[in-house]
């Protein structure tokens, strides 16, 4: 065996790339189908993880990736993964290689914010005025009562009792597959500050996405709060935008399985990541989520606001660490 792989993959790939073929402690590296076929290079961009079933084109211009499945579709013309790979040596759950999502489709409301004109007015101070066009949030809920007759959601009895609480005192996010609303108060001083409404069931956890600078790239700035990534996206404090992916942000610290996810949804290898940690939460937790994610992640950047508890505050000055 050659990481999760039989030792036949090896041979397969040099009767079908060509040599050579580079076994390194954690990639097999060789020509990418794509970019790289039929050309002679002293070094080649097609990285196939030993440990993971999927693999990433790190020449530029190409950056393709994903499943090992879309790898061996390309050079075979049909899916012949169960060949090769030995699925109980797989170091992450079985659903990472063969597991299906079922995208349910969710309507939004319009936003109406002559109605909601005091949630409009607290969107527009969480995101510090920035010129920003409401209507072009993504996912953005006004009208819980409306979202709710519009999908037919279920009312059971928690959310019967509170739902016309977050009608009138909450905003709603939905997340990028539409398997949740994240919904917020707009009473910062309330003690009820935020509700996660469940639509359908998911096998990995779902998020709230914005888009990055670079689509191509394997950066993702993550945080705890959907404001901490509005306000980064849109002011670009640390000056990465134009190098990631997207933010995401799960309304709390799973980053473990928030990063799980993105690897399954967006298919990228071994991303990094960079956090926007909440000031209360210390390196030796981020220590540990390096160590125990390290097959599938490349590295991990933190940052702190030095001039307040999170991301979301007016003024940020951020604080590096290198995980």
């Known amino acids: 065996m050659i990481g999760i792989y039989q030792d036949s993959f090896v041979d397969y790939l040099q009767e079908n790339l060509g040599d050579p073929i580079k076994i390194k402690s954690k990639n097999i590296v060789c020509r990418c189908p794509w970019c790289e076929f039929g050309k002679e290079k002293s070094h080649y961009h097609c990285y196939i993880s030993l440990e993971l079933p999927i693999w990433h084109c790190f020449h530029g211009g190409c950056e393709r990736g994903g499943n090992l499945k879309k790898l061996l579709k390309k050079i075979e013309g049909s899916d012949i993964t169960d060949r090769f790979v030995d699925k ?56 819980i009562n409306g979202f709710l007759n519009l999908n037919n959601i279920a009312i059971n009895p928690t959310l019967f009792r509170i739902k016309d609480y977050l009608h009138s005192n909450f905003v709603g996010f939905l997340t990028k597959h539409s398997s949740l609303l994240m919904l917020r108060n707009v009473d910062h001083k309330s003690d009820f500050p935020f509700f996660k409404l469940e639509i359908n069931s998911h096998h990995f956890l779902d998020y709230y996405q914005l888009d990055g600078g670079n689509p191509n790239s394997n950066k993702f700035v993550l945080g705890e709060g959907i404001f901490d990534i509005f306000s980064e996206q ?66 991990l950047n933190i940052y702190y606001n030095k001039r307040g508890k999170d991301f979301g505050e007016k003024i940020i000055e951020p604080e590096k660490f290198v995980i």
């Open 234 to 299: 849109i002011f670009d404090s640390l000056k990465l935008k134009n190098s990631v992916r997207s933010y995401a942000s799960v309304l709390s610290s799973k980053y473990s399985s928030l990063i799980k996810s993105l690897v399954f949804y967006e298919q990228v290898f071994r991303p990094d990541i960079v956090i926007l940690s909440d000031n209360g939460i210390g390196l030796e937790y981020y220590r540990k989520l390096k160590k125990f994610n390290k097959h599938i992640i490349n590295s």
């Open 88 to 143: 109980e040596k797989i170091k992450v759950e079985k659903k990472f290689f063969d597991y299906k999502e079922k995208e349910t489709k969710v309507r939004v409301p319009s936003l109406q914010e002559n109605i909601f004109s005091y949630k409009s007015s607290y969107m527009r101070k969480r995101l510090k005025f920035a010129n920003v066009d409401l209507k072009n949030i993504n996912g953005l809920v006004f009208n």
